[in-house]
T-cell receptor, first 111, second 115 residues
Framework: NAGVTQTPKFRILKIGQSMTLQCTQD?????MYWYRQDPGMGLKLIYY???????DKGEVPNGYNVSRSTTEDFPLRLELAAPSQTSVYFC??????????FGPGTRLTVL | AQSVTQLDSQVPVFEEAPVELRCNYS??????LFWYVQYPNQGLQLLLK??????LVKGINGFEAEFNKSQTSFHLRKPSVHISDTAEYFC?????????????FGKGTHLIIQP
């Protein structure tokens, strides 16, 4: 049981570039989440999904997009990278919508 | 909406001493409460959770927390810390009964264990 996996671990982007952060879980959880973590700020919810085909915005969705075509995968897309998107991104999943299991994170730098 | 306040951004403690990390929350509805730990360059790991029942909950690594509804607090305690407890600790809250809204996190407390 790998739990929640994320790729890549690290990435440097130039302003205006795009990329997709991958997230996969093998626990058959319906709920999945994307958070960003900035120093001294805790975690902020970007997007979440309650099941395949259903996604919704969280607290800080601007500049991001998501899709959920399968139960296992929940990719996060950055279309036009900006320096303000420099952060550590965490994907999480949950069976009930309460206790969440987190991936190891992706550290993104936009220069 | 819920909010979480972790009153201390940094707590230095000597090894084998007791520690308390403070967490207060605000919510207009019933909540579930969580403490997560983040070791350097790693993801978040659940330490313990309060969903219902006994207000004193025990978690992994010898940590425990007490839910106090009247004071809207969920402080984390350990009677004797070890150097390996050095990490960032996050308090989080969600609406009771589950749901898709995700967790609302505090800003974190950095626990520094001094030898």
């Amino acid at each position: 049981n790998a739990g929640v996996t994320q790729t890549p671990k690290f990435r440097i982007l130039k302003i205006g570039q795009s990329m997709t952060l991958q997230c996969t879980q093998d626990m058959n959880h319906n709920y999945m989440y994307w958070y960003r973590q900035d120093p001294g700020m805790g975690l902020k919810l970007i997007y979440y999904s309650v099941g395949a085909g259903i996604t919704d915005k969280g607290e800080v969705p601007n500049g991001y997009n998501v899709s959920r075509s399968t139960t296992e995968d929940f990719p996060l897309r950055l279309e036009l990278a900006a320096p303000s998107q420099t952060s550590v991104y965490f994907c999480a999943s949950s069976l009930t919508g309460n206790e969440q299991f987190f991936g190891p994170g992706t550290r993104l730098t936009v220069l | 909406a819920q909010s979480v306040t972790q009153l201390d951004s940094q707590v230095p403690v000597f090894e084998e001493a007791p520690v308390e990390l403070r967490c207060n929350y605000s919510s207009s509805v019933s909540v579930y409460l969580f403490w997560y730990v983040q070791y350097p360059n790693q993801g978040l790991q659940l330490l313990l959770k309060y969903l219902s029942g006994s207000t004193l909950v025990k978690g992994i690594n010898g940590f425990e927390a007490e839910f106090n509804k009247s004071q809207t607090s969920f402080h984390l305690r350990k009677p004797s810390v070890h150097i390996s407890d050095t990490a960032e600790y996050f308090c989080a809250v969600s609406k009771a009964g589950g749901g898709a809204d995700g967790l609302t996190f505090g800003k974190g407390t950095h626990l520094i264990i001094q030898p």
